[in-house]
């Protein structure tokens, strides 16, 4: 038993509260009144400990964000040596504090091309919707205030405050009170195995999937769009990774179209892909003209977000604009900036970022290249600290599990109890390890991953679904 849990009678006595008066996000409670929730009570590196001490291999990162790994010192140092110092002051009204100074100078300092401004928020859908705040003022300042629509794709995920949610593409949000809003477009997803024809090339594909862009923005009028939004690899659509070109396409029609070009890298930022910004990658490889972040830039060990504003809006904005009418109590908070201070060196520091591309990477896709050898697994996918896998009833027909069969979280329940945290997306199953993961570390989570497989497999067979 890890010394951080509580004993039996407490452990129960807390998970019976939490069932009846915690409402979770994406959990359904009638599943949380059928089976109460794991409780994870410690973290060090790529583990964690849950109340009944199984140690987990945290292939998630928690959401996405833990790429540093749990429980490091100089993270926690940092918020506590700061919350001492000063634990709240505001970036409102003509003030402003060391800490955020600091972080704006060195995020502007690591962002690709020309952005040289930075707008802070509490987390990725803030910032998401900060940025949608900022688009609709810049074509104003432009003359332009019927560019007020944004596009962007199914089954994107950009937040959960009204307009992230809009933005994002997820059906099963948008059929929840009344979204998207006004002015919200989607276009279909780069996801050649779900929408390419057959014998159509990777290339040829990009191309097509590109072009749904120009066609919409045809359709709604190029005078009434004001910007794309994109995350450069889909992460909690499934870890879609779109073909080579794909991106550089989307870039050429929007410049063509004068619409801008939005990243959001609050997954793919701060090394996920193995780059600062996963724009930078050189299978995405374009400019675009804002970036919302989040995640990784804490390490999670604080919440903090933004957007990366390039010249053309940020000059539109602080040189013209007048006060931009938006911000949030803990904009630029300072111990989440000393945090994220922290982290960004360690990053620098520990050659995180080296460790990705050289190693890690290589091995998690080498790890679910086997994977998909699987009798139930197939079609690896992933690019940098991402991968994914898709299960199927009948891997050489291509034939899916039914919804019923609940393949995805089957799966999702046999990890955790194989010891390794994946998430489901429907039938395919990702994961998004900590940056600093060792290649033996990737091996265990691949080999628990494979344990999960076999033991999905004989449930399913149980079960009369195989
Ligand atoms: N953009 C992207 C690309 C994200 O992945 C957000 C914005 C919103 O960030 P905040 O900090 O407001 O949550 C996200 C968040 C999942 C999962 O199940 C993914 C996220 C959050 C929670 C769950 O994969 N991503």
């Not at 690591?110 to 802070?120: K, T």
């Not at 972040?293 to 904005?317: I, M």
């Not at 197939?378 to 299960?391: F, K, N, R």
């Not at 393949?407 to 010891?419: I, K, T, W, Y």
Request: proline letters at 5%; a neutral charge; charged letters at 25%.
């Amino acid at each position: 038993m890890s010394e951080a849990a509580p004993d039996p009678t407490a452990l129960a006595d807390l998970l019976a509260g939490d069932v009846a008066h915690h409402l979770h996000p994406f959990t359904d409670p009638r599943e949380l009144r059928r089976r109460a929730p794991r409780m994870i009570v410690r973290g060090e590196g790529v583990r964690i400990w849950d109340a009944q001490g199984h140690e987990i291999l945290d292939a998630m990162s928690g959401l996405w964000c833990v790429g540093l790994g749990h429980g490091r010192r100089d993270l926690a140092d940092a918020a506590h040596q700061q919350l001492r110092r000063l634990a709240y002051y505001n970036t409102f009204f003509h003030t402003t504090t060391p800490q955020a100074a600091e972080l704006a100078r060195e995020l502007t300092a690591l962002a690709p091309g020309d952005m040289d401004r930075v707008f802070f928020t509490e987390g990725g859908s803030t910032a998401n919707d900060t940025m949608v705040r900022m688009v609709r003022r810049y074509w104003e300042l432009q003359g332009q205030p019927r560019r007020r629509v944004l596009i962007a794709r199914r089954n994107g995920y950009h937040g959960s405050t009204l307009a992230a949610a809009s933005l994002g593409g997820m059906a099963d949000m948008h059929a929840q009170g009344g979204l998207p809003l006004p002015d919200f477009e989607h276009i279909e997803q780069p996801h050649q195995l779900a929408l390419g024809l057959p014998g159509e090339t990777g290339q040829e594909f990009a191309l097509r999937a590109a072009g749904w862009l120009e066609q919409r923005i045809a359709d709604i009028g190029p005078e009434r769009v004001a910007a794309f939004v994109m995350e450069p690899v889909q992460g909690a659509g499934g870890v879609i990774v779109p073909p080579a070109g794909y991106a550089r396409e989307i870039q050429r029609i929007c410049r063509r179209h004068d619409v801008l070009l939005v990243s959001d890298e609050v997954i793919c930022g701060f090394g996920r892909l193995g780059h600062w910004f996963g724009c930078q990658h050189p299978h995405i490889d374009i400019q675009p003209d804002l970036i919302t972040f989040a995640k990784g830039v804490t390490s999670g060990y604080l919440p903090l977000g933004g957007v990366l504003v390039g010249r053309r809006v940020g000059d539109a904005l602080a040189l013209h604009g007048g006060e931009f009418e938006h911000g949030f109590t803990y904009s630029g908070h300072p111990a989440c900036c000393a945090v994220a201070l922290a982290a960004l060196r360690a990053l620098r520091t520990e050659g995180v970022l080296e460790h990705v591309r050289e190693r890690a990477q290589q091995r998690l896709h080498a790890g679910f290249a086997g994977l998909a050898r699987h009798p139930l697994a197939g079609d690896a996918a992933g690019l940098g600290m991402t991968a994914a896998l898709m299960l199927w009833r009948d891997k050489a027909r291509r034939e899916p599990f039914p919804a019923e069969a609940q393949v995805g979280l089957r799966c999702r329940e046999a990890c955790f109890d194989a010891g390794v945290v994946m998430r489901a997306v429907g039938s395919r199953m990702i994961v998004a390890p900590p940056l600093v993961s060792t290649e033996s570390e990737i091996d265990e989570m691949c080999r628990r991953i494979g344990l999960a497989l076999d033991r999905t497999r004989d449930g399913l067979r149980a079960d009369g679904w195989l």
